[in-house]
């Protein structure tokens, strides 16, 4: 196999043909900017615009005059929490949120912390869910939001919306979630589910980088958001800035397509991925799963491989592209947040590769990579004295 196997999709996904398709005329002779009314490149650049807000809003049951574009996930990470927290201060100074969401939340809220605000950084179990019955007490009269990922990005595990919706509405919070890896992947309703706020990006669902969106909701309740770009009123005053026409063109036929194909897709990679993991369990000892064993993406699988570094196996099968479960950002190597939070020993943490596929990936794929993963994994083992002693039956003792 001389090319490169891709199964690091939720770090990003390849543009499907169809939406570079649709964006191209945009760069070309559609360049007009959509604040124009003077003219036909104006009317035509904001006609693409109008088709691409009933699109994203079409997935997640919006109204199309409740999406704001942004630049992607994290400005709409920061525009929801820091928006909302400046709007809604005189109502309180209370956030909560979860310790394995992504760093746009986590980093927004430390930030907020400096500012005065309070955080609430609620544990999860060791499947990743958020403690429920802890949300319900830790909702008080100042708290302000609450902002719970719809699905996690490591591991895939789904969070239960409808029920955090549920609670925020009876307790008088908004609900924000950053749906980035939900988003065209499962079924998604703001009314169903109670969202007042929720953040969403091209590039996760093969659309292009450098845009995405914030739903906002405008009534029942109406959420206020004050924006944190000012400049020209685009946006409804929320966003200011000339609108990105061919990102956004990009994000709505990718969102289209996403909905359009969800129910098939979602069926063939969970059969992708349950092969994956089903036959590295079978072939190898000490494989676990990092995440929910169901209520979790049907693309994503967090395995932990026992003896076997998951930066050495990565090196190993260099031929094909996945993440590890450190955070090799930090010139440390920490072990991932988010597998932490869950009770994941540092070890196994270190241990762990996540494999997330995508609507590109073969099954001729997938079985080439069990079999690398396999013949590496057993390699690196046959160098390990700790794989060494285990197999002896001497006591190993895995703590950190
Ligand atoms: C990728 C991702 C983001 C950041 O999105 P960008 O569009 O790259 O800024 C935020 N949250 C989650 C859960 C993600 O997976």
Redesign the pocket.
Known sequence: MEKMIYLDN?ATTPIDPRVLEAMLPYFRDKFGNAASIHHKFGWDAADAVKQARQQVANVIGAAPEEIIFTS????S?NLALKGIASMYADKGRHIITCKTE?K?ILDVCKWLETKGYEITYLPVDKYGIVDIDLLAESIRKDTILVSI?AAN?ETGTIAPIETIGAICKAKGAFFHT?A??AFGKIPLDVEKMGIDLL?L?A??IYGPKGV?ALYVRRKNPQVRCEPIIHGGGHERGIRSGTLNVPGIVGLGQAADIAVREMANESQRLQKLRDKLYNELSDRLEGVTLNGHPNQRLANTANISFAWVEGEALMLGINEIAVSSGSACTSASLEPSHVLRAMGVLDVLAHNSIRFSLGRFNTEQEIDYTIKRVVEEVNRLRELSPLYEMAKQGKELRIAD
């Open positions: 939720n992607g996930a994290t400005e990470d992504h746009a990922m990005n950053d980035t890896q953040s990006s590039h996760k995405g």
